[in-house]
């Protein structure tokens, strides 16, 4: 099962909207609306920001969002702040895989 | 409250066999639909899945990587332990345990991570 395509580097400024892609296949993203995101701020472990495509854990700040179409599933971070600033992984279940994460995107604040 | 502890050796030497454990509370592994899973991350590079274990002894294991690894879980203890055997430097990495949703789809806490590294 091959990792889901994510771009190596994102960035904006503080309040702008940024928009991170996790590209996968019909056999896992494209199937399955089961897709989630996860932040990692640097020597801390991943947290859980967005399941099952577009919803959001209690706590977890609405201006993140997200969404899918096709292969191709998006996360939405509005209004950005400078403790966005993280590494976002997306993951999705891909059935007798069971689950893949994507290369992971660094978001920078400018 | 729902924590996770991963514990093990921090160093382990090439083709040597390397067994973590994850000790966990505020959930129980008997109840319907909770697993605990296994996820690993190299220095500086991406989240890898390797094995989930379900409250019914149900176990998956990453494709690449199953003739290596066993899950298995001791409920009495909280606790669930997942073994590599033929340890390669290219399998230095941090090792999280990850505490999965009764839907099954989803890890929504995660323990801090321990490093093992692999080196003669």
């Given at each position: 099962q091959s990792a889901l395509t994510q771009p190596a580097s994102v960035s904006g400024s503080p309040g702008q909207s940024i928009t991170i892609s996790c590209t996968g296949t019909s056999s896992d993203v494209g199937s399955y609306n089961l897709v989630s995101w996860y932040q990692q701020h640097p020597g801390k472990a991943p947290k859980l920001?967005?399941?099952?495509?577009s919803k959001r854990p209690s706590g977890?700040?609405?201006r993140f969002s997200g969404s899918k179409s096709g292969n191709t599933a998006s996360l939405t971070i509005s209004?950005?702040?400078?403790?966005?600033e993280a590494d976002y992984y997306c993951c999705s279940y891909?059935?007798?895989?069971?689950w893949v994460f994507g290369g992971g995107t660094k978001l920078t604040v400018l | 409250q729902i924590t996770l502890k991963e514990s093990g050796p921090t160093l382990v030497k090439p083709t040597q066999t390397l067994t973590l454990t994850c000790t966990f509370s505020?959930?129980?592994?008997?109840?319907?639909?909770v697993g605990v899973g296994w996820i690993r991350q190299p220095p500086g590079k991406a989240l890898e899945w390797l094995a989930l274990i379900y409250w019914d002894d149900d176990k998956r294991y990453s494709p690449s990587l199953k003739s290596r690894l066993t899950i298995t879980k001791d409920t009495s203890k909280n606790q669930v332990v997942l073994t590599m055997t033929n340890?390669?430097?290219?399998?230095t990495a941090t090792y999280f345990c990850a505490h999965s949703d009764s839907s099954g789809w989803f890890f929504d806490y995660w323990g801090q991570g321990t490093l093992v590294t692999v080196s003669s």
């Open positions: 920001m967005i399941y099952e495509v977890v700040s609405n209004g950005l702040q400078a403790e966005d891909a059935g007798s895989s069971p | 505020g959930f129980s592994l008997s109840t319907s639909g340890m390669d430097p290219v399998d």
